[in-house]
């Protein structure tokens, strides 16, 4: 559910949603760590 929502904000380039702030989403268990390389296309390291 907040994949989506989250992908959206990020590809659309809302200034919040960038690669450091995502991996907020991956910690408050929002997102996984495979989402989170989904959207950036970067490999999540805490």
Do not use: C, Q
């Amino acid at each position: 559910m907040w994949f989506t929502t989250i992908k959206r904000f990020y590809d659309n380039g809302h200034p919040t949603y960038n690669d450091d702030s995502l991996k907020n989403f991956v910690v408050a268990k929002m997102i996984t760590a495979a989402e989170y390389k989904e959207i950036t296309g970067v490999k999540y390291e805490a």
